[in-house]
């Protein structure tokens, strides 16, 4: 494991002073349970703190990028690029998943394919080395962390509603659409729905997602985006 964790500190690009601080981002309350651990020793408490400075990290982020902007739409944007799905995205893209030390039955019962669980782990790092080192670098790692999702261009398409947007291009054609889930696939705890939009028997957007609400909003998206590449012909 401590080669594990070598490569993995060499992969986010931070080394801990305090290594028990990373084990302690790493471990889950299924693992001290089973091991007659302190329930303090799990990486909850990290992930409280993790969570917090996620928050005002991206919070700040925001507030400069468009500071004209009011706090209700800032607040949206910010839920947006903080929740559940993305966390766990970067959390497949650092391998975080396989580093958690889990209590047997929590494996058996599918909890190192919970997306909750691995994005709480990501919350739990950060939370780590914010204590390991200082508010400034543990900002500076976040937003490597997440620039890929958040240092674009178009940003504000992260809170798009696109089946609102939808809607309102064709409701004075007066054609009706709907959303039809055409399939699923992988185990209950880490499915992906697939999504076709169909408008008047036509199928005009296709979409998927790790819920049937993603996976419509996605068909939307991709009918949305046909639509208004059609008026730019």
């Known amino acids: 494991m401590k080669d594990e964790l070598n490569l993995f500190q060499e992969k986010i690009g931070y080394f801990f002073n305090d290594i028990s601080l990373l084990k302690t981002a790493l471990t889950h309350s299924s693992y001290v349970n089973e091991n007659r651990m302190h329930h303090y020793e799990s990486n909850e408490r990290l992930e409280f703190l993790g969570d917090a400075v996620l928050d005002l990290v991206i919070g700040e982020f925001l507030y400069l990028k468009y500071p004209k902007e009011s706090e209700g739409y800032l607040s949206k944007l910010r839920s947006e690029c903080v929740n559940e799905h993305l966390l766990f995205a970067i959390s497949k893209q650092i391998g975080i998943g396989s580093l958690i030390y889990f209590g047997r039955g929590e494996i058996k019962n599918g909890g190192r394919f919970r997306e909750s669980t691995s994005a709480d782990a990501i919350e739990a790092l950060i939370g780590a080395i914010y204590l390991d080192s200082s508010f400034e670098v543990c900002e500076k790692f976040v937003l490597r962390l997440f620039d890929s999702y958040i240092n674009v261009d178009d ?27 055409i399939g699923e696939e992988g185990p209950d705890n880490d499915k992906t729905f697939y999504c076709q939009l169909v408008l008047d028997g036509k199928v005009v957007g296709k979409g998927q997602g790790k819920t049937k609400k993603k996976a419509t909003q996605m068909a939307a998206k991709s009918a949305v985006n046909a639509l208004e590449e059609s008026k730019n012909v």
Do not use: L, P, V
């Open 155 to 181: 940003i504000k398409n992260i809170s798009r509603d696109y089946k609102t947007e939808f809607q309102e291009m064709i409701q004075k054609s007066g054609k009706t659409c709907k959303y039809e889930i």
